[in-house]
Structure formats: structure tokens, C-alpha cells
């Protein structure tokens, strides 16, 4: 067992660890503010605009989704068909359209801007590799590997010299198992959405994830602080009101994954003022 100051110390050593080229960790003891799908309120998901508004927004660090394409080539994509956030349907004359289906060559020419915003049009979808590169410049990538083989992430991690300098996560714990076997020392996140039973707790242990990362209307005090208690840190998806944010930072949340990443930083800077006494 692990007491919370011990989670709080290990948080402060992921990003000891991940501080290579990654500019200054966060204060340790205070959430840390994870844009989801890049700032996907500001720019379309999971394409380079989304992750340079994310940066523009200070996130500590940037959410993106991951899968692979028939080539094996890993994009930056959350669903399993191109047809919602490209304009695939119309080009290739089909739908639906599966990433899993098509080779690179027909998804480098894809847009997936004009869907959100005109004035985001000739967004491409960007390879997970492209994604990395910009990401990293000021900030730390969380992968959510949704297809492709762990072997993949791994090779494309250890080519880029980035195990250990970004966190991966998935909602598949045997993925996260596999990284972790071939990569003891990546950081891994486990992914949950229903009510974590002390079962679903348990089997965190062979996946080798120390951080946990729930749907945060089934968070309560309780679940976090036995997760602390086990020595995990516990982060929360994707809540963004600030009252949310609020209940889940008193409660002891140790990251928030947002589509409002500026708001929710201004929240985080406005607690860390002390408040005249009324
Ligand atoms: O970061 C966790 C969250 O992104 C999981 O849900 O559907 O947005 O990938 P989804
Ligand atoms: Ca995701």
C-alpha cells in the first residue's frame, strides 16, 4: 500500500521522467489540465490545429486518439470510419469508410477540417509520428491507442526516442499488458467507464498502468482515495463544467482530460490564489 503523499511524489517523478525536452513539469499536488482531442472546442479533434490550440491553451498535456490504417501506418483518429471528421465519403464515393480498410496514400489526401469550420479546411488527419512531434515541443502527449498492435506504438516510440516521455492509455487492459511486457517502463494509463468494482480494481495490477483514468461521473471520494491508497494516480474524462471540476479537485483528482483546457486552467490558477476573507 501506498499512502497519498507517496501518489502525489510518484506523479511528481512521472514528470521528472518525462521532462526530457518536455519543457518544466507542473507543480506537483495540483490536477493537471489534459486537453481532449487537442482543444477540440477551438479547432476540429485530433488534428495538428487542435493540438497547436492545446499548446496555445497551456495544457500540461494533449489527449489524442491513435489507429491504424490497412498499411499499419498509426493516425491520429477517434473512430473506427473517417466518415464524421473527413470528407472521405465524398472523395472515395463509399461509406462507411474504416481506416483499417484503406492504405496511407488515400488518407494523406483526406480533409478532416471543413467539417468543423470552413476555416479549418485542408486540415489533413495527422500520423500519430507528425502528431508526436509537435505535441512534445511544449507539452506531453497522451496516446489513446484505439487499433493497431502494441508492437507498433512501441517501435514508433522507441524510434523517436519518446518511451517514457509520453503516458499511453487504452480502454483494453490486454494492450496495456502486451506494452507493458515489451516496455516496462512506459508510463500506461488504464481507461474505465462503468462502476469500478473492487474485481475491475483488482485486475488494474497486471496491466501495469499506475495511473487510472475514469469517466468522472462515477468517481466519487471513496473510489479515489482507495486508488490513492493502492498507489495510483487517478484522472477523470471528460468532465467540463467548472462545478465538475471543482467537486473532482476537492475530492483530490490528480488530472482533469477536458475539452475546455483554457478555462479549466484558468480555474486551476484562480484556486491557487488565496481568496481575500469576505
Ligand atoms: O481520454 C479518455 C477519453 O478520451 C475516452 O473516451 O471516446 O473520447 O476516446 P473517447
Ligand atoms: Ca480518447
Redesign the pocket.
Known amino acids: 500500500m501506498h499512502s497519498p503523499a507517496k501518489t502525489v511524489a510518484w506523479q511528481a517523478g512521472l514528470f521528472a521522467c518525462l521532462a526530457g525536452g518536455c519543457g518544466s513539469p507542473p507543480s506537483p499536488g495540483r490536477a493537471l489540465v489534459i486537453a ?1 482531442r487537442g482543444d477540440s472546442r477551438q479547432a476540429p479533434e485530433n488534428t495538428l490545429a487542435a493540438f497547436r490550440a492545446a499548446l496555445a491553451a497551456g495544457a500540461d498535456m494533449i ?1 489524442l ?1 491513435a489507429r491504424a490504417s490497412a498499411d499499419g501506418t498509426l493516425w491520429c483518429l ?1 473512430d473506427a470510419t473517417l466518415d464524421r471528421t473527413t470528407n472521405a465519403r465524398a472523395l472515395l464515393d463509399r461509406t462507411p469508410v474504416r481506416i483499417g480498410e484503406i492504405s496511407s496514400q488515400q488518407i494523406e489526401i483526406l480533409d478532416a477540417g471543413g467539417w468543423f469550420d470552413p476555416d479549418f479546411a485542408g486540415q489533413r488527419v495527422p500520423t500519430l509520428s507528425s502528431a508526436l512531434d509537435l505535441i512534445q515541443s511544449g507539452s506531453v502527449a497522451l496516446i ?1 491507442r484505439k487499433s493497431g498492435d502494441a508492437g507498433a506504438y512501441i517501435r514508433l516510440l522507441r524510434e523517436k526516442d519518446l518511451t517514457g516521455k509520453v503516458v499511453v ?1 487504452s480502454f483494453d487492459w490486454a494492450f496495456l499488458e502486451q506494452v507493458h511486457a515489451l516496455e516496462p517502463l512506459q508510463p500506461l494509463a488504464a ?1 474505465g467507464d462503468k462502476d469500478p468494482s473492487p474485481d475491475r480494481l483488482e485486475a488494474l495490477q497486471g496491466t501495469g498502468a499506475r495511473i487510472v ?1 475514469w469517466e468522472y461521473q462515477h468517481l466519487t471520494p471513496d473510489v479515489i482515495s482507495r486508488l490513492h491508497q493502492r498507489g495510483y494516480a487517478v484522472w477523470a ?2 468532465p467540463d463544467r467548472e462545478a465538475d471540476w471543482q467537486r473532482l479537485i476537492a475530492w483530490g483528482i490528480d488530472g482533469i ?1 477536458t475539452n475546455r483546457p483554457g478555462a479549466l486552467s484558468a480555474t486551476i490558477r484562480r484556486r491557487a490564489v488565496p481568496q481575500p476573507a469576505a
Do not use: K, V
Open positions: 481532449h489527449e486518439d477517434h489513446e492509455q481507461l483514468a474524462w471528460t482530460i
